[in-house]
């Protein structure tokens, strides 16, 4: 499945308009499942913004976890949304590590 590059920015856009919302209603575990999440958008849409080639498995692998933290926010259990979200944060993190690591063509 090929994401379109103008999903990201408005995915981003109603996760801010979200956080905002959660942040002024919401408790410390709830606050830092946001940040987490929102982390994780970031870092995901760094690698897709680069345009170079990146192992497509590590890179769905990170955005099957961002989904993973978002539908347990939905689901009120945000350590487990915080923990996803950490992991597709750190799994985007790596890509872009690698990826600037790597020779240039």
């Known amino acids: 499945m090929v994401t379109r590059p103008w999903l990201w920015p408005i995915l981003a856009a109603v996760a801010l308009v979200m956080a905002a919302v959660m942040l002024i209603f919401s408790g410390d575990a709830e606050r830092q499942a946001v940040a987490?999440?929102?982390?994780?958008?970031?870092?995901?849409?760094?690698?897709?913004?680069?345009?170079?080639?990146?192992?497509?498995?590590?890179?769905?692998?990170?955005e099957a976890d961002l989904s993973a933290a978002h539908t347990a926010f939905?689901?009120?259990?945000?350590?487990?949304?915080?923990?996803?979200?950490?992991?597709?944060s750190q799994a985007a993190q790596k890509l872009l590590a690698n990826r600037s690591s790597a020779p240039n063509r």
């Open 74 to 88: 939905n689901e009120k259990r945000y350590e487990a949304a915080r923990d996803a979200a950490l992991k597709a």
């Open 36 to 62: 987490a999440i929102l982390q994780a958008q970031r870092d995901i849409a760094a690698v897709q913004e680069v345009h170079v080639e990146v192992d497509p498995a590590a890179l769905h692998a990170a």
